[in-house]
């Protein structure tokens, strides 16, 4: 999403509603899958070898992401575990269906691998990548090692919320 162009960006500005504004981000996504390179990546999940080409692999927690991409169907805030999907280069032709469902409104699940996990360990080459949404590593920035580790902290975030009240009832004597 990071490469997103000025006229393609002041065609999203122009939607005038939801449905219209994520149709036109699914546009954008499947013009980029045409000219995305398969990556050859080497993962690990909680020392579960993952490695392989990929177009495209996701680490989340929630259940969509960006433009109503149901990706992880049982993920869940809550558990401790990252859901990882990935999509290896012979699924690219799904990967496209898959969008031009979703951009005509169909509400399909994707089939794509899916793992459980709590430690993820990415290494790759030279490629930028995206985490919420931010381009990393920021243009001009050399990196010093091409790996990630995305790690699940159970219970680092906490909600605090006002007790709630239950209603007392009066009973009559």
Sequence with gaps: M?????????????AEDPEAEMA??????????????????????????????YVLIEALNVRFIGPNLHLAPQADIKDGFLDIVTVPHRQRAKLNKYLSRRIHGDAVLHGFPSHRGRHLQIELDSSPVHIDDMRWPQ???????????????????VFLTPPVKTRRTRRKV
């Design 2 to 14: 990071f490469r997103i162009d000025g006229a393609k960006a002041k065609e999203l500005e122009k």
């Design 24 to 53: 036109s981000v699914l546009k954008m996504l499947k013009v980029s899958l045409r000219n995305l390179k398969n990556k050859e990546l080497t993962i690990r999940l909680d020392g579960k070898d993952l490695s392989g080409e």
């Design 139 to 157: 243009e001009g920035v050399a990196l010093k090692s091409h790996a990630i580790t995305i790690q699940v902290e159970p219970g680092a975030l």
